[in-house]
């Protein structure tokens, strides 16, 4: 199983940024897949949510109205779509499935 992020970046305040989740080694359109995040001194915190078929979608306070995850089961790819970023959004960002992670992404957030 492999979990490849990439997107992440330096983005002034009330940018975007679009994160993307590269997947292989399991069958992607079989799995919830999950974004977490984990700013520098604070626990790993989930972001957001997607089922199997992408029907349902659940977000953390902090972020909704602002994030939407997706994904594209023909690529194998999950997405999220970070808009009207707050420097407390800076933190590394991570894909995860099952007991499967991702290397991470940073995204800094900061004028």
């Known amino acids: 199983v492999q979990l490849v992020e990439s997107g992440g970046g330096l983005v002034q305040p009330g940018g975007s940024l679009r994160l993307s989740c590269v997947a292989s080694?399991?069958?992607?359109?079989?799995?919830?897949m999950n974004w977490y995040r984990q700013a520098p001194g604070k626990e790993r915190e989930l972001v957001a949510t997607?089922?199997?078929?992408?029907?349902?979608?659940n977000y953390a306070a902090s972020v909704k109205g602002r994030f939407t995850i997706s994904r594209d089961n023909a690529k194998n790819t999950v997405y999220l779509q970070m808009n009207n970023l707050k420097p407390e959004d800076t933190a590394v960002y991570y894909c995860?499935?099952?007991?499967?992670w991702g290397q991470g992404t940073q995204v800094t957030v900061s004028s």
């Open positions: 080694g399991f069958t992607f359109r079989s799995y919830d």
């Open positions: 995860k499935t099952s007991t499967y």
């Open positions: 997607i089922t199997r078929t992408g029907g349902f979608t």
